[in-house]
């Protein structure tokens, strides 16, 4: 007579066999899958060599240029704008809303931002616009710069505000 529990072994094991060898197998199958996602043809084009430069300053004056600021920021009265104008650059930076800010507080501003709003001759806004700085001391000064994504012909105005927050 046989034991039942030699059965219940034996079951197991073909099982655990079925299992061991059906799944690597089937698992194999999909790694041989055709792609079916929809792809386009690209090309690259070589830009003139004129207009490399101006590539370049546009995307590295994209990269620096900020437009979205801190939650943490609020008007502060120890922050005081000293100065401030638009400028056109030579360089990468374009159009530029320069300036400078003075903590005239008794402690550390954690945070300071620049935040501007920049309009055409219609004032239409066109684009906000930011430059931050990090631990401004008691006393200290600090010149911003920042970096406007606009021709220089479709400026005609601009707001500025000077937020920060305090340690």
Known sequence: MSDPGDRTRSTRRRFL????????AA???CTDRPDTAD????RTVDPPA???SNASAA????AR????GSDYAVPLDVLVLRSHELDVKDDYRGVVIQGTVENTGQQRVELVEVRTRVYNDDGEQLGRYLDSTH???AGATWSFDVIVLEKPSDVGS???????SLA
Request: charged share 15%; no cysteine; net charge negative.
């Open 17 to 24: 066999a079925l299992v061991g060898t059906g799944v690597p």
């Open 50 to 52: 004129a207009n490399e």
């Open 158 to 164: 601009y707001e500025i505000a000077v937020l920060g």
């Open 39 to 42: 792809y386009e043809a690209g």
């Open 59 to 62: 995307s590295a004056a994209a």
């Open 135 to 137: 631990d401004l001391a």
């Open 65 to 68: 240029a900020e437009r979205v």
């Open 27 to 29: 698992l194999a199958g």
